[in-house]
């Protein structure tokens, strides 16, 4: 404890330290994505914000940035949705219960939904980019009455590649107040929904652009047209957010392996205004 | 309880939206209402496409049957969307099914009454052209990201 009687997080004192986390469950999301529900061993519960990340690993083993998904709200165990990329993400996504592993962090800039009180928050996600997300959502449908209308438009390949499905059928379903559209990339006979980009879903979503905040998460290419296309729509550039990833190393802005021209990812972000990247991302040798 | 006319869905329709009220009268005359059953097909591939549709509830799913691999929904049209344009655009033949994936209600708008509207006031024969051009112009730059399959492993 500090002499002001604040709890001292372990990551501000040490920032490049990892902490041994403990694996309570796991959740498979899709065949190839997994959700791990892991608690320090320490039980000093992490504090993050909504939309950062943290360096997950395995002892002895590689690390790799995996932004948390549970409400920041939410006391106890967090949880945090990794893609099987192999090498490292494959060991966290086999991790099982009872196994140990190593976080640092919480790292970057979250996406300060607080921003948007009073106004509309529109949630655009795409495939797996639905998780760093899924921790505003929460957050922010935890204090529902502070926002008007609260919109997640979100596109995924197949039905069958959507992650959070238990939340989706739930929000559906009118709980929480949110409304959801999910399209899908491609379908067979059985989908009754939406088929088509993510983008298409914008123009018939109804929010006020000029009182909307907007937060984007997918694939880079992706985030450009749903940028591209909620300017169509009436909302400021400055009024979106999109999550940038990089090669994330240290975590803290010292190693430069992340850098996209002035800005470390990792410490500017990865949550950053989309009119202050907008002019990066389409320069090839960035 | 005041029924809405065709006219009045279609002066508020973001398509026909600043057309004078004329037109939109002239359009209206070539146009019906049609109630789809959830399964049933609007319209079948290689057919000639004799309307225009405008989904006024319920979803169209395009569709393309491979008999290796049935049927495959590679586009949808939602409330308020449009169906399509080959209507306007010779062949002047569907090159894919349409299938009501719930109950669904079209404005249905004939598509030799909706020509011959447009060949006899080519003002608003541009007119309408430029707005199927830009709904065009729209489905091909998402159909083109698409086709990155972004979404999939790198």
Redesign the interface.
Known sequence: MTAAGATRSPAAAAPLVPRPFRVLATRPETA?TTTLTIEPADGIPLAFAAGQFTMLGTFGGAEAPISVTSSPAAAGPMEQTI?D?GGVTHDLTTAGPGDMLTVRGPYGTGWNITDGVGGDLVFVA???GLAPLRSALLGALANRAAYRRVILLY???TPA?QVFRDDLARWAGGDGGVALEVTV?????G???????V??LI??ARFDPANTLALVC??E??MR?VAVALIDAGVPAGRIRISLERNMKCGIGLCGHCQLRELFICTDGPVLAYDRVAGLMTVREL | MKMRSIADYLSGHPFFADLDAASIDELAGCAVNEHIRAGDYLFREGRPAEHFYIVTRGRIALELFSPASGPHVLDSAGTGEILDWPWLIPPHRWFFDGRAVEPTSVVSLDAACLRGKCKADPRLGYELAMRAAQTMSQRLQATRARLLDMYAAP
């Open positions: 190839d893609r990329m795409g495939g797996i596109g995924a390949r590649e990339d491609r379908a067979a006979h989908w009754t929904g939406p088929v088509g980009l983008t298409h123009p018939r997918g694939p290419v992706m047209f």
